[in-house]
């Protein structure tokens, strides 16, 4: 059954700020953040470990009140309707090792299913049909204590589906998990909302690839601030003004500056196999890594190379990561540990510093 | 470009001990440290439990278990005792009050390493860490014990004072018999560690609701131990099992040194020590010789146990289980 | 290069629309919107769900019978003793085993109710509760109901094998009183135990030390092994604050009729037990919802091992 189109946002944060009191000194784990997200969007929350993404998550779901400033959930106040939004939602954390291990998996949800209001019988039901779901049918009698850190966060995640929620916060779901539960766990995620549309996510992570390919929409957080917000195409956008392509040709007589001349073409420089400057690799073919203006400029690029002789061998776009989104919005990566002055408004981007410097290494480089 | 066949440089911190000759695995490191090594656990655990049980600077928690606890378990007996009046009842009254004051000790002691048991895999989900470290795991909760012990004789401490002071117990400092009163308290405080080991023994296989266990298991022993009535009023079986049991002879000399003149918990008309060995009461020397002996069983018993146990939680993965319901 | 782990297309595993009730809501603000019959019947349904694992462990786990039924009685045993040694009359031994009958439930209150949500919240459940739209009087409710099976059948071991082994006879002239002023000092208990649960969320650590001081103290206080009129103005304050003090002393007068000193009658000290019922249940609600609030803006429902 398909929703009808909501008009009430799923999240309307204002001004939220959030401190919490500590030895030597209080800590301001949110700062003022704005937040809007649609309904049935799959939204992210992507910073660094100590950034504020559990903070504001604790908040939205009624768990810790802000210091000041109002959220709203599909309309219902975090403060005054904490009720109505428990009614509606679920969470589900990474790392999570709760619940009673003398149960069953299946006991365990059912248990969460009487939380919810659930007739027993439907309940049980339920259960059992999450259970294949999620793909935990040979651990349904297994008890939790016995479960391993994958099958844990599944039957996690169902939980979180048992009562069917319009909103679904995800605070670092795949945290501590292999590759392939991880795996599991986003593609149980995608299925889920690709099944019940109109769905909302809220997905907190510092994977980057977690919210590049899952989320619509990202918030970039880093001490307590919102930096950026848009869709990971449009962030990518904001730190590479050019498009940068990889072209591997048969041949190239006179070299990449044959290609410079062209219009469009920022830079040509030789690449080797494997991406660094060169020479010409044992299977002699010509690497060329190209900057131009625009993705259009290419065209020109590909339209000269028959007259010079050359074919193309290989063609790839070489895309920034979200991390130098953060790098070019914060000056330091996730795992950087040297101190970074955060940005003047939280808006804007920060001058970068260090990365860029003469001297320095590239981001590639350090990898 | 960096040599990709040269190591990169190591931090600081990083740097290993390194011992002149044996540059790269010191076996030394693996042998252990032996006796010292176990004393060196051992007091390192006894001041961790002193460190986050004693609570000196807390004024509640110092309440809570050096005053309210023992001082009520006391004054519940005196009630009993004042409840049914006359002679009998005041001839009890120092009886009853040294017996529930020692009884303060063997409760933290049982409590000790059961608790830490506990909290560690529970609560603070450390066990794993203090498992797998050198230091031998039996000798480290034996350790936190023991601190719990030493916040028990607080209590002990102090409802003596108050027996002393406001309910009449005639104690007379130049009257106790110190020398038998420390070997007493050492050998004692031996016996309930050992009867502490046995607990943790038992809740290493059990889940949460183990926290109870404890107080059951000093109830218990509170039957046959002598500590709030002489061991003749129970049935002969009773009686033998109480005289087989450490406590009772630790609070029959413990009592014999601070009050010379009191009633024997283990003999008397009627008891089995009468009937067994044709004395009225124990000598001296025949309780120490007592504690010593059951103390030792007990303690090879509740090393065993422990071990045994140990051996069982390993094989079956239950050092790091959380088990709450 | 991107990598295909990542696509969304074609995700592994299909998940059926049927899967979900609550499709027939519109809107989630039709979803939020439930009535009073649905809020009742959740409470209920969650009573039954948090009382579930502790019912279930019992079975799965039975060293409880060891140190939850035979070591207890061995405890009432030895105050069995102590009057006896004392050449008592019969009727306190009565007192002590009704007194050790009783202390199941008080041990229940303490351990299995007041300390339990400062545990919960160590094993990080607390968060899942707040998160879930039933009240949390039904979990606490649910977890005494659970913890009551236990209770019981320490209770009625003391009681029956004591009173047959220890030759204690009942004299019971009004049942239907005695029964109704056993439900209230139940009913008062868990109220306690409920006001005692919200306040142990704030305080923390210090909660797991406070139950410390609900045992020997209380149990002095109380009366448990003798008439709590022998002690007076204590005695008076316990039963008027304490549950177990009052329903002890009103259950001793029913369960050995014409027997000892006390300070009210039965009747009224069920009506006592009547007013605690109410004011704790009150307080119990008002309490809980107070410090649910004052935990969120402090964090504590979150942060651990404070």
Not at chain 1, 224 to 248: C, M, W
Not at chain 1, 339 to 362: K, R, Y
Not at chain 2, 190 to 215: K, N
Request: charged letters at 20%; hydrophobic letters at 50%; glycine letters at 10%.
């Amino acid at each position: 059954m398909t929703a009808p189109v909501q008009r009430v946002p799923a999240i309307e944060a204002r001004d939220i700020r959030r401190t919490y009191k500590a030895r030597p000194r209080d800590v301001v784990a949110l700062d003022g953040v704005d937040l809007d997200v649609a309904a049935g969007e799959f939204f992210g929350l992507l910073g660094p470990n100590g950034a504020g993404k559990t903070t504001l998550i604790k908040i939205l779901t009624t768990l810790l009140a802000p210091s000041s400033g109002t959220a709203r959930v599909f309309g219902f106040d975090i403060e005054g309707d904490t009720r109505k939004i428990r009614r509606i939602m679920n969470m589900v954390a990474g790392g999570e090792q709760s619940g009673y291990g003398i149960l069953t998996v299946r006991e365990q949800l059912w248990m969460f299913s009487q939380f919810y209001g659930m007739p027993g019988a439907v309940g049980w039901r339920r259960v059992d049909e999450l259970i294949e779901a999620v793909g935990l049918e040979e651990q349904r009698l297994q008890r939790v204590n016995s479960l391993s850190t994958g099958q844990r966060q599944k039957m996690n995640f169902a939980r979180g589906l048992l009562n069917d929620p319009w909103i679904l916060f995800l605070d670092e779901p795949t945290l501590g998990l292999d590759v392939s539960a991880a795996r599991s766990v986003r593609e149980l995620v995608l299925a889920w909302q690709a099944a019940v549309s109109g769905r909302t996510v809220l997905l907190t992570t510092h994977y980057m690839a977690e919210a590049d390919e899952l989320c619509e929409r990202i918030a970039i957080v880093d001490h307590g601030r919102i930096l950026a917000i848009g869709s990971p195409t449009d962030l990518k956008r904001r730190v590479q003004r050019e498009s940068v392509f990889r072209l591997e040709l048969d041949r190239l007589d006179g070299g990449p500056a044959r290609l410079f001349r062209l219009p469009g073409v920022v830079s040509a420089v030789l690449a080797s196999a494997d991406g660094h400057e060169g020479t010409e690799d044992a299977r002699q073919t010509v690497a060329v890594n190209l900057v131009l203006t625009d993705d259009g400029a290419l065209g020109e690029v590909v339209a000269a190379l028959a007259p010079l002789g050359s074919h193309i061998v290989a063609l790839a776009k070489s895309e920034p990561t979200l991390e130098d989104v953060f790098v070019e919005l914060v000056g330091r990566g996730f795992e950087d540990e040297a101190e970074a002055p955060p940005p003047d408004d939280g808006l804007t981007p920060a001058v970068p510093q260090g990365a860029h410097e003469a001297g320095e290494p590239e981001l590639e480089d350090v990898v | 470009m960096s040599d990709p066949t040269t190591p990169p440089p190591v931090p600081a911190g990083f740097a290993p001990l390194r011992i002149p000759g044996w540059e790269d695995f010191d076996p030394a490191r693996a042998r252990g440290g032996g006796l010292r090594g176990h004393w060196r656990g051992f007091t390192t655990a006894v001041r961790i439990g002193w460190a986050t049980e004693a609570n000196w600077t807390d004024p509640l928690l110092f309440f809570i278990y050096s005053v309210a606890k023992p001082v009520s378990a006391a004054l519940i007996l005196v009630v009993m005792l004042e409840v049914i009046g006359g002679a009998t009842s005041r001839q009890y009254r120092s009886f009853v009050v040294v017996g529930s004051a020692l009884w303060a000790m063997v409760f933290s002691g049982i409590a000790g390493l059961a608790w830490s048991i506990l909290e560690d895999r529970e609560r603070y989900r450390m066990i794993k860490y203090v498992y797998v470290s050198p230091a031998d795991f039996l000798v480290v909760m034996t350790g936190r014990a023991v601190a719990r012990v030493a916040v028990g004789a607080m209590g002990t401490i102090i409802t003596l004072a108050v027996g002393v002071v406001l309910l009449g117990v005639p104690f007379d400092p130049f009257r106790v018999d110190w020398p038998l009163l420390a070997v007493v308290t050492v050998l004692g405080m031996v016996a309930i560690v050992s009867v502490g080991i046995v607990l943790g023994a038992v809740v290493m296989q059990t889940r949460q609701e183990a926290w109870q266990y404890p107080e059951a298991v000093a109830g218990a022993l509170f039957l046959v131990s002598g500590a709030v009535f002489p061991l003749a009023v129970l049935p002969f079986a009773a009686q033998v099992v109480g005289l087989l049991t450490p406590l009772a002879w630790w609070i029959e000399g413990s009592r014999r040194a601070l009050l010379p003149d009191s009633v024997s918990s283990i003999g008397g008309e009627g008891s089995a020590w009468l009937d067994l060995t044709g004395t009225v009461a124990p000598s001296t020397p025949e309780i120490v010789v007592a504690l010593l002996v059951t103390g030792a069983a007990g303690t090879l018993a509740a090393g065993l146990a422990f071990r045994s146990s140990e051996r069982r939680a390993k094989d079956r993965g239950l050092l790091d289980q959380t088990t709450g319901s | 290069m991107a990598d295909p782990a990542f696509s969304r297309a074609g995700p592994g595993r299909r998940l059926r629309p049927e899967l979900f009730v609550g499709q027939a809501d519109a809107s989630p603000q039709a979803a939020a919107d439930w009535s009073r019959r649905r809020i009742l019947l959740t409470d209920l349904r969650a009573v039954r769900g948090r009382a579930y694992p502790r019912i279930t462990g019992l079975f799965r786990e039975k060293s409880w019978l060891f140190f939850e039924i035979l070591l207890p009685f061995l405890t009432t045993s030895a105050f069995v003793f102590v009057y006896r040694a004392l050449q008592a009359p019969p009727e306190y031994i009565g007192f002590v085993v009704l007194g050790g009958a009783m202390t199941a439930f008080w041990l229940n209150v303490v351990w299995m109710m007041a300390a339990q949500l400062y545990w919960e919240k160590d094993q990080g459940n607390l968060e899942l509760y707040f998160a879930a739209p039933m009240n949390l009087m039904s979990v606490l409710l649910g977890m005494a109901l659970g913890g009551m099976v236990m209770s019981s059948t320490r209770a009625v071991a003391v009681l029956v094998v004591a009173s047959l082994l220890y030759g204690v006879s009942f004299e019971v002239d009004q049942w239907l009183l005695l029964l109704a002023v056993f439900g209230l000092t139940l009913a008062a208990l868990y109220g306690l135990g409920m006001i005692l649960a919200s306040l142990f969320l704030m305080w923390g650590r210090e909660a797991w030390h406070t139950t410390q001081l609900m045992v020997e103290p209380v149990y002095f206080v109380s009366g448990l092994n003798f008439p709590v009129a022998r002690l007076g103005f204590i005695g008076a304050l316990a039963v008027a604050t304490i549950p177990l003090a009052v329903g002890l002393d009103a259950m001793r007068q029913l369960a050995f009729a014409g027997s000892q000193v006390s300070l009210l009658p039965p009747l009224a000290e069920a009506g006592i037990l009547v007013a605690m019922t109410v004011l704790f249940t009150l307080a119990a609600r008002w309490s809980l919802r107070t410090l649910e609030r004052r935990a969120r803006i402090e964090g504590r429902l979150t942060m651990r091992w404070q």
